[in-house]
């Protein structure tokens, strides 16, 4: 698990193809490696990863076929700029939410502009995630915890003070830049609890599964 709260901004070093997998080398920036050990978890991008070998200064991990395919990490290319957390202890500040590390799909950022000394980001969600995200609720952009400012259909808006631009990779981001989304843990939980016993019948199919209708038949909605 992850708070959100970005510790460095590393490098790519080197991505090695490995029998359609790839071996991913990073230099690790400002990020302290001195309590990492072999088997750790550190998330690349909001991406958890599991270090294989580290250095004072860099790690390597496997990333495998799904999460390439999955995820922005199969656009990488030496050079690239990574946005950098290890895996929290229970003596982490939860200064952001719960972060899982585990990727829901890939968000293309819509629009870009100046507010005050703050930039306001338009993202659009993959149209199977937009029922996660929420007006004040939590979502992980490329690992960072961020507050949802406004959402419209599968539109959500996003205000970045200086300090996080400065911090992690949002600053570099442009118009039609592919980002890591993954929504509230929470959210994908309670949709799953809501199906009750139907959760276990593979009839029920999770995509869409959870309407007013549905909810009425429940006894969770009363029109």
Known sequence: ?????????GTILDLKEKSGDVELSVHTGQLDMADVALGDSIAVNGVCLTAIRFGKNDFTADVSRETLSLTSLGGLTKGSSVNLEKALTLQTRLGGH???????????????HADGRSERFTVTAPDELARYIAAKGSVTIDGVSLTVNNVDGANFELNIVPHTLVETIIGQYQVGTK???????????????LLGDNAAK?????????????LAENGFYKA
């Open 1 to 9: 698990m992850f708070t959100g709260i970005i510790q460095s901004i």
């Open 98 to 112: 719960m972060v899982s590390g585990h990727v829901d799909g890939l968000a293309t950022i819509a629009s870009r």
């Open 179 to 193: 980002v890591n989304l993954e929504v509230d843990v929470v959210a994908r939980y309670l949709e799953r609890l």
């Open 202 to 214: 593979s009839a029920v199919k999770e995509k869409g599964s959870i309407s007013q209708a549905f």
